[in-house]
């Protein structure tokens, strides 16, 4: 019957859930490192900041890295341990490290703003991708009966 079939779907995208919010999760960072770390911009969608010190700004240039605005990467640690991770069924975006948890906080009350929190659009481009992913799901599935 149609009932046992939407009933079968369902279950089966219930189970495919966690992976599709790994997926939007991955969506998710990539959107805010490209705001964060190419961009160099906050939450709200403005410069972090310039760097102050020219002492600063010479290591950087020597190290082949830009100084017109504030983009929180130097080594490049604080940008690989930005990451999407999977505990069971829950997605995460999280600084997988101390000390780089440390720096991206220090960075947020210096600056006294937020950095590492999504924008609205992000949150917006991701809750549409995720409706896409699930929209296509259930096509999938129910071909696939």
Do not use: C, H
Request: hydrophobic content about 35%; glycine content about 6%.
């Amino acid at each position: 019957t149609l009932q046992q079939k939407i009933a079968v779907v369902a279950s089966n995208i219930k189970r495919r859930e966690p992976d599709l919010l790994l997926l939007a999760g991955k969506r998710l960072e990539g959107l805010m490192k490209r705001r964060i770390f190419n961009e160099g911009k906050d939450t709200s969608d403005k410069k972090i900041g310039k760097y102050k010190s020219d002492r600063w700004e010479k290591i950087r240039t020597r190290k082949g890295r830009q100084t017109s605005f504030v983009d929180l990467q130097f080594t490049g640690d604080l940008f690989r341990s930005f990451k999407t991770v999977r505990s069971g069924d829950e997605v995460f975006l999280a600084i997988v490290n101390d000390r780089d948890f440390l720096k991206a906080k220090g960075n947020e009350e210096r600056r006294k703003k937020l950095i590492f929190e999504p924008t609205e659009k992000e949150v917006q481009v991701v809750e549409e991708y995720f409706e896409d992913l699930l929209s296509e799901a259930v096509v999938q599935e129910f071909l696939n009966l």
